[in-house]
T-cell receptor, first 117, second 116 residues
Framework: GAVVSQHPSWVICKSGTSVKIECRSLDFQATTMFWYRQFPKQSLMLMATSNEGSKATYEQGVEKDKFLINHASLTLSTLTVTSAHPEDSSFYIC?????????????FGPGTRLLVL | GENVEQHPSTLSVQEGDSAVIKCTYSDSASNYFPWYKQELGKRPQLIIDIRSNVGEKKDQRIAVTLNKTAKHFSLHITETQPEDSAVYFCAASIWGFSGGYNKLIFGAGTRLAVHP
């Protein structure tokens, strides 16, 4: 149980285009999903927290107009990188918490590798 | 702000030896401490976690200890095997006031290499 999927697994795009990444909880419902960014050989940096049915909460320094988050259902959250630039190239990973449990355990998706040319 | 410090950044051991990774956290209200293992290019996998009402937890070759007074916790891997080679991240939960939820702050990671 507690499987999280992400799509796509990798994407290459031109500078200035927008990219949408989907995060799904496959066998559980997740009221809260988290979006992280990980640069090579670095740790996971929380970008924002996605709450079903409400606006996302962004971490300090993360532009909410550039990284659009939508959490329309208990099993799906999307991250859209708008007007992507080379510096946005990174490994984007989502995680989800199971509403059935009271603990804070986060289950991670497989990640999306974004390369902006 | 809240942070989690992790040491060492790299650790090299011989197969069969033990490995210890240490983390300290700053927020005294933190009450949940997971450890994740991440292999190259893959997702972080939860390997063990501990809550603040417990001082130690063990799962086969892996154990975690927590000292709330000192605000530090450690991962212990015994009888290491080459397949234990990966990057290990510790994390501590903090309360996200604006959203009303707990979020995780991650340490910088430890690259463990187990040599045959």
């Amino acid at each position: 149980g507690a499987v999280v999927s992400q799509h796509p697994s990798w994407v290459i795009c031109k500078s200035g285009t927008s990219v949408k990444i989907e995060c799904r909880s496959l066998d559980f419902q997740a009221t809260t999903m988290f979006w992280y960014r990980q640069f090579p050989k670095q740790s996971l940096m929380l970008m924002a927290t996605s709450n079903e049915g409400s606006k996302a909460t962004y971490e300090q320094g993360v532009e909410k107009d550039k990284f659009l988050i939508n959490h329309a259902s208990l099993t799906l959250s999307t991250l859209t990188v708008t007007s992507a630039h080379p510096e946005d190239s990174s490994f984007y990973i989502c995680s989800a918490r199971d509403v059935r449990t009271a603990v804070e355990t986060q289950y991670f998706g497989p990640g999306t590798r974004l390369l902006v040319l | 702000g809240e942070n989690v410090e992790q040491h060492p950044s790299t650790l090299s051991v011989q197969e069969g030896d033990s490995a210890v990774i240490k983390c300290t956290y700053s927020d005294s209200a933190s009450n949940y401490f997971p450890w994740y293992k991440q292999e190259l290019g893959k997702r972080p996998q939860l390997i063990i976690d501990i809550r603040s009402n417990v001082g130690e937890k063990k799962d086969q070759r892996i154990a975690v200890t927590l000292n709330k007074t000192a605000k530090h916790f450690s991962l212990h891997i015994t009888e290491t095997q080459p397949e234990d080679s990966a990057v290990y991240f510790c994390a501590a939960s903090i309360w996200g006031f604006s959203g009303g939820y707990n979020k995780l702050i991650f340490g910088a990671g430890t690259r463990l290499a187990v040599h045959p």
